[in-house]
C-alpha cells in the first residue's frame, strides 16, 4: 500500500521559516505528480504547490514568492520550503502523490504562524 509521511510541521512566529517534507513508499512505481495542500479550521482542502517528475511547478497565487516546492525522486520525497510565513498561513498541510492514476494523501502535519 502507498503510504505518504510527512514532517517539519510546528508552530513559528510571523516572518519565520519551515521545511515540510513528505516521503512516499510502497508500489510507487509510476508516482508522477507529488503536491501540497492545506486545510484551515473551517474552511476547505485547498492545493499550496505541486510539481511534476520534470520538475514543472505550479502554486497557488497566496504563497507565490514566498513558498517553493521541490522533490528528490531518488529519495521518492517532496518538500515545501516556507519563507516569510504568515498568520494566514496556519493549516494542516497535507502531502498527495498521484500513482499510476490514483492519488495518496498523506495524515497532514500542522503549521501554526503566531502573529
Known amino acids: 500500500q502507498v503510504q505518504l509521511v510527512e514532517s517539519g510541521g510546528g508552530l513559528v512566529q510571523a516572518g519565520e521559516s519551515l521545511r515540510l517534507s513528505c516521503t512516499a513508499s510502497?508500489?510507487?512505481?509510476?508516482?508522477?505528480?507529488m503536491g501540497w495542500y492545506r486545510q484551515a479550521p473551517g474552511k476547505q482542502r485547498d492545493l499550496v504547490a505541486s510539481?511534476?517528475?520534470?520538475?514543472?511547478?505550479n502554486y497557488a497565487d497566496a504563497v507565490k514568492g514566498r513558498f517553493t516546492i521541490s522533490r528528490d525522486s531518488a529519495k521518492s520525497t517532496v518538500y515545501l520550503q516556507m519563507n516569510s510565513l504568515k498568520p494566514e498561513d496556519t493549516a494542516v498541510y497535507y502531502c498527495t502523490a498521484n500513482v499510476r492514476g490514483v492519488n495518496y494523501w498523506g495524515k497532514g502535519t500542522l503549521v501554526t504562524v503566531s502573529s
Open positions: 510502497g508500489p510507487i512505481f509510476g508516482m508522477n505528480r
Open positions: 510539481i511534476s517528475t520534470g520538475s514543472s511547478t
